[in-house]
């Protein structure tokens, strides 16, 4: 009773509260949530590649310098001689790659790499969206299951006490009674599961928003749900096959295998350098105590034998080019099962929400029935406390459907991989202002 008292408080203090909706709660979950933010650093991360990559096809500059004091002693026929003297000197180097296949590799898997890096960024949002709707509705499922039980177990309260006074007047046996009192005292423990549950989904969201959840907000009253557009299995498969971001980011994958092996076979071919160079050197010894000299050519090398450590690697890199061949293919499967399964969720979720919903209706209809027939002498007390049980039943089962098949949409949009913003937004709109 102290719990109930304790929820029936904290919605009469928060009642006056404007409720958090799905979209702010996705915009809390934008700025605090750990995992997309450790998606959101690796992202930028991954935008230096198509520089590192690039660097290998542009000029290296070094500059160089050396200072030494030397200590000389000399012995020639006429005596010995000594000198000390220190020498100086600096200079600049030039490389300029004229020919080097490897470095265009790179160059273009440093491309490449920067694109994945976007394509998996993009699959850690729309996997925000994913879960934070999923903890979003299971926060809610877990209030409407509060309110079920806790209706159920007022209901089995109040036909506790009928049951007791008409025992007393002596219409009912003492079965009636214990049946009702069965009734009231698992719907008890039911509402204390409930309220642990409830508990649970709010710390599941706290865990996503980075703080404790305002009261949120609930679906409309009799809110439709409408079939996705374009209406047909096929058309979402196809979009699947090709959209969705995990075989987007396997494609690129498999691109950057394919250019390793380019890398590999690189390392038989010659490579051309551009070298420059200026020096200056000081030396007191010499004749001259000071010499500059400038040179420019081409240096042109020539692998010739690595201990056939080329030749593995190339192996090792066609080796795993079909692995990414093979991870691409999965991929592929992976998003055409999920966007079969979605679709089956979707519209099979709405026709068990339709269904639910005439239960809902012919679940009341029975409920009065039984109550009316149990105070005319018809009905006994079990048919009532059965009635109430099964409203309940069905008004949970409706509600879970609902969200269920909100989520399945949302995973529909998510495997043709076009799942984004406008999408949180318009599932915002069914929620009550």
Same mark, same amino acid.
């Given at each position: ?95 300029? #790659? ?109 865990? %996503? ?18 079939? #996705?557009? #374009?209406?047909? %299995? ?29 890398? /590999? ?37 020539? #692998? ?12 090792? /890199? ?5 692995? /990414? ?54 009905? %006994? ?10 409203? /309940? ?41």
């Amino acid at each position: 009773m102290n719990r109930v008292l304790a929820l029936c408080l904290a919605g009469l203090f928060s009642s006056g509260a404007l409720a958090a909706d799905l979209m702010q709660v996705y915009r809390d979950a934008l700025a605090n949530d750990a995992k997309f933010s450790a998606a959101r650093a690796q992202f930028e991360a991954g935008q230096e590649k198509v520089v590192q990559g690039r660097a290998g096809l542009l000029p290296q500059i070094g500059l160089s310098a050396d200072a030494s004091w030397n200590d000389n002693e000399n012995e020639v026929r006429t005596g010995r001689t000594s000198g000390d003297y220190d020498r100086r000197g600096y200079g600049v180097q030039l490389t300029q #790659p004229l020919f080097r296949w490897q470095n265009w590799v790179q160059s273009r898997q440093g491309e490449l790499q920067t694109a994945l890096a976007g394509a998996q960024f993009d699959a850690q949002r729309q996997d925000l969206v994913l879960r934070v709707a999923e903890a979003y509705f299971d926060v809610l499922n877990a209030q409407d299951a509060v309110a079920a039980v806790s209706q159920l177990r007022t209901a089995a309260g109040e036909q506790l006490e009928l049951a007791k006074t008409s025992f007393e007047v002596g219409t009912v046996t003492i079965t009636d009674v214990h049946e009702a009192q069965s009734r009231f005292d698992l719907a008890s423990a039911q509402e204390i599961a409930a309220q642990n549950q409830l508990e649970v989904a709010r710390q599941v969201l706290a865990q %996503i928003i980075g703080r404790q959840p305002d009261a949120l907000a609930g679906l409309r009253e009799g809110v439709a749900l409408q079939r #996705p557009q #374009p209406d047909s %299995i096929v058309d979402w498969v196809d979009a699947a096959e090709l959209g969705n971001l995990g075989v987007q980011a396997q494609q690129l994958v498999r691109e950057i295998a394919a250019r390793e092996v380019e890398y /590999a076979r690189a390392g038989h071919l010659p490579t051309v350098d551009l070298v420059a160079s200026h020096g200056v050197n000081r030396n007191p010894q010499l004749s001259v105590d000071r010499s500059e000299a400038t040179s420019i050519g081409v240096q042109l090398n020539l #692998p010739l034998y690595a201990g056939g450590r080329v030749s593995s690697v190339t192996r090792e /890199a066609a080796a795993l080019r079909m692995k /990414a061949d093979a991870d691409l293919e999965d991929a592929r499967r992976t998003a055409v099962l999920a966007a079969r399964q979605s679709w089956l969720g979707v519209t099979s979720g709405m026709a068990e929400v339709r269904a639910l919903e005439a239960a809902q209706v012919s679940s009341t209809s029975a409920l009065e029935a039984n109550k009316l027939g149990y105070e005319v002498g018809v009905r %006994i007390n079990i048919d009532v406390l059965n009635a109430q049980t099964q409203l /309940a039943d069905t008004l949970q089962r409706l509600a879970r459907a609902r969200y269920d098949t909100l989520l399945a949409q949302l995973r529909l949009k998510a495997a043709a991989g076009t799942l984004g913003e406008d999408d949180v937004s318009a599932i915002n709109a069914l929620l009550a202002p």
